[in-house]
């Protein structure tokens, strides 16, 4: 790790509160921690310009917090393009979990756990929330790759890769938790029961009070297709979110994974309980599962972040993709051109991902004391000139392969070439759009 580094000569988008953007910014970094951060005054650069290790000029491009992404399934990158254009029941019934049962072993789960991480740290994602079988191996490959994680170990009531005997999955489960919480400090153990319709009520309940007994993250996804209501309220006399209350599973500690099918009443409950939702507009487009009512969530106050879903169902890791397509997906279901703005959907691909996973303290804004999880966009491409605003540049117009330099908890994880404006001239930083707003 690099004891102190210097990055300036960008636009600092910190994503804190007010979202302000500092022109001509500049982040320092002592320890792989933020030390200070804010306009890059000449005096100041100048003094510190003497002591770093290293410098990190970013040409003008967006110097920002590094990419949550709030829902993965690392290794299901292997699966990739398997089983396209088929709804939900015929995708994990027909294809997903034969090819789980055929296919996933440690070897695999290590080996595309890490391919998907590189994917991730290339396309400025720091933080990702995971969650699946034989997770151990997929915890020490995301360790392996400098990425943070949370990692789930998945829990269903039937046979699975690792946990043959269902009714060990809780016991498998704990064992995980304890020895991944001594594995990397950015590795933190979660417990992921996979769905209120694949798991019993007694599954669910020792679940949670296993999370809670060792302080650790509950996930599950909920709500995601039509047909998942009618079927708990058929079985249960609930919708989904009020079963999942009645059963004490909802508090801060709870992420809830998509929750398309909600009612105002379900918002409500998860608004009082204060759990974190992932939307994951891109998978759910493409399994045709719906689209969940985030604008709704934001208005109620909820906590929601973005997330990528697995490559199995999206079918890749970008996260600059996801916030554009959450931008537009919901101000045409919405006919409102107003809905889901770009600071918006930025503040779900960061500082609020962060906060539903329970890393809002640690990552997700650049402010100083947090871990200097950074990323460098370049703005120099044709497709980002000009920029009148950085928030809409990032969210409508950049791309994955835009960001340039890549960092967590101040180790450097990707660098790329300076870049060149688009007629091959170097572009100092306050350059990036016109004088008039």
Same mark, same amino acid.
């Given at each position: 790790?690099?004891?102190?580094?210097?990055?300036?000569?960008?636009?600092?988008?910190?994503?804190?509160?007010?979202?302000?953007?500092?022109?001509?910014?500049?982040?320092?970094?002592?320890?792989?921690?933020?030390?200070?951060?804010?306009?890059?005054?000449?005096?100041?650069?100048?003094?510190?310009?003497?002591?770093?290790?290293?410098?990190?000029?970013?040409?003008?491009?967006?110097? /920002?917090?590094?990419?949550?992404?709030? *829902?993965?399934?690392?290794? /299901?990158?292997?699966?990739?393009?398997?089983?396209?254009?088929?709804?939900?029941?015929?995708?994990?019934?027909? *294809?997903?979990?034969?090819?789980?049962?055929?296919?996933?072993?440690?070897? #695999?789960?290590?080996?595309?756990?890490?391919?998907?991480?590189?994917?991730?740290?290339?396309?400025? !994602?720091?933080?990702?929330?995971?969650?699946?079988?034989?997770? #151990?191996?997929?915890?020490?490959? /995301?360790?392996?790759?400098?990425?943070?994680?949370?990692?789930?170990?998945?829990? !269903?009531?039937?046979?699975?890769?690792?946990?043959?005997?269902?009714? +060990?999955?809780?016991? *498998?489960?704990?064992?995980?938790?304890?020895?991944? $919480?001594?594995? #990397?400090?950015?590795?933190?153990?979660?417990?992921?029961?996979?769905?209120?319709?694949?798991?019993?009520?007694?599954?669910?309940?020792?679940? +949670?009070?296993?999370?809670?007994?060792?302080?650790?993250?509950?996930?599950? *996804?909920?709500?995601?297709?039509?047909?998942?209501?009618?079927?708990? &309220?058929?079985?249960?006399?609930?919708?989904?979110?009020?079963?999942?209350?009645?059963?004490?599973?909802?508090?801060?500690?709870?992420?809830?994974?998509?929750?398309?099918?909600?009612?105002?009443?379900?918002?409500?409950?998860?608004? +009082?309980?204060?759990?974190?939702?992932?939307?994951?507009?891109?998978?759910?487009? +493409?399994?045709?599962?719906?689209?969940?009512?985030?604008?709704?969530?934001?208005?109620?106050?909820?906590?929601?972040?973005?997330?990528?879903?697995?490559?199995?169902?999206?079918?890749?890791?970008?996260?600059?993709?996801? /916030?554009?397509?959450?931008?537009?997906?919901?101000?045409? %279901?919405?006919?409102?051109?107003?809905?889901?703005?770009?600071?918006?959907?930025?503040?779900?691909?960061?500082?609020?991902?962060?906060?539903?996973?329970?890393?809002?303290?640690?990552?997700?804004?650049?402010?100083?004391?947090?871990?200097?999880?950074?990323?460098?966009?370049?703005?120099?491409?044709?497709?980002?000139?000009?920029?009148?605003?950085?928030?809409?540049?990032?969210?409508?117009?950049?791309?994955? #392969?835009?960001?340039?330099?890549?960092? %967590?908890?101040?180790?450097?994880?990707? &660098?790329?070439?300076?870049?060149?404006?688009?007629?091959?001239?170097?572009?100092?930083?306050? $350059?990036?759009?016109?004088?008039?707003?």
């Amino acid at each position: 790790m690099e004891n102190d580094i210097l990055i300036h000569n960008g636009i600092l988008l910190t994503m804190e509160d007010g979202l302000p953007v500092i022109e001509n910014g500049f982040v320092h970094i002592k320890q792989g921690k933020i030390a200070d951060c804010g306009p890059a005054l000449p005096e100041q650069i100048r003094t510190l310009a003497q002591n770093p290790a290293r410098q990190i000029d970013a040409c003008g491009g967006i110097i /920002m917090p590094g990419l949550v992404n709030g *829902h993965t399934h690392t290794p /299901m990158s292997m699966f990739r393009g398997l089983a396209d254009d088929l709804p939900l029941d015929l995708w994990l019934n027909g *294809h997903i979990f034969p090819a789980e049962a055929r296919d996933v072993n440690p070897e #695999s789960v290590a080996q595309w756990t890490a391919h998907s991480c590189r994917e991730m740290l290339a396309g400025g !994602i720091t933080t990702c929330c995971d969650g699946y079988f034989l997770e #151990s191996h997929a915890a020490k490959a /995301m360790a392996d790759s400098g990425i943070r994680a949370v990692a789930g170990q998945g829990v !269903i009531d039937f046979p699975a890769p690792g946990v043959p005997d269902p009714v +060990k999955n809780i016991d *498998h489960a704990k064992d995980f938790i304890e020895k991944t $919480s001594t594995l #990397s400090p950015r590795i933190t153990p979660s417990l992921f029961c996979h769905s209120p319709y694949t798991c019993s009520k007694q599954t669910l309940v020792a679940g +949670k009070n296993l999370a809670r007994e060792k302080g650790v993250l509950f996930q599950i *996804h909920a709500a995601e297709t039509r047909a998942e209501p009618g079927m708990i &309220k058929e079985n249960r006399g609930l919708s989904v979110i009020a079963y999942l209350d009645s059963l004490a599973i909802l508090d801060p500690d709870t992420l809830l994974i998509h929750c398309v099918w909600l009612d105002e009443n379900d918002i409500g409950i998860i608004a +009082k309980r204060g759990c974190g939702v992932i939307h994951c507009p891109e998978s759910n487009m +493409k399994l045709a599962s719906g689209v969940a009512p985030v604008p709704d969530m934001v208005a109620a106050g909820l906590t929601v972040g973005l997330g990528t879903d697995g490559c199995a169902s999206n079918n890749d890791q970008d996260m600059f993709s996801e /916030m554009d397509t959450a931008a537009k997906l919901h101000k045409v %279901v919405r006919l409102d051109p107003c809905v889901m703005d770009a600071r918006t959907c930025l503040k779900m691909a960061t500082i609020d991902g962060a906060k539903a996973l329970g890393l809002g303290d640690i990552t997700g804004s650049i402010h100083p004391g947090k871990a200097a999880d950074i990323i460098v966009v370049d703005t120099t491409g044709l497709h980002m000139t000009p920029m009148h605003d950085p928030y809409s540049g990032l969210v409508y117009a950049a791309r994955a #392969s835009d960001v340039s330099w890549v960092m %967590v908890e101040g180790k450097i994880r990707l &660098k790329k070439n300076p870049p060149l404006h688009p007629l091959g001239t170097d572009r100092p930083a306050g $350059s990036y759009r016109p004088s008039t707003r």
